[in-house]
């Protein structure tokens, strides 16, 4: 699985321990983790606990993380990846989220469409899926803006910090 994506302003590296200090003050941001289904981090610990797990599943292919990084300041400003990974079906669920201070510059567009190129490109797939909580407005522009087809509402599909939630499907076909 390749480890390294690049685009005209983010580098795209998989997640590692070094880089759990800025993904912890991303995902202590209760704005951030809001729509994710994460608690707001307190600890670093917590983000190195996730950033293990992650790696875990990248080792056994089931999916891949990457941390954003601005290229011209090389500081990381989000993260991104597969969260899962179907190569048995050829589909993928992409994630993301960016630092609140980065939001509604483009970066979020622009690391999703590596990510969309990638698994296209490279790992021949067919489907990429998106899962958004409908009062995730941000989001949902993002995958609209890249062309992603709404396909309808999986009603209490999912249990998010404590409770049942729907999520909008958004696809984009391989064609």
Known sequence: MIQHLHTNRLALKQISKADAESLFEIWSDPEVTQFMNIDNFTTVNQAEEMIVFLNQLTEECKAIRYSIIDRESNKII?????????FENKKAEIGYDIAKKYWGKGYAPEAITALVDHAFQTLKLHRIEAKIEPANTNSIKVVEKLMFTYEGTLRQSE???????????????NR
């Open 78 to 86: 989000g993260s991104c990846g597969f969260n899962t990974l179907d």
């Open 159 to 173: 249990k998010s910090k404590g409770r049942f939630i729907d999520l909008h499907m958004y696809a984009r076909l």
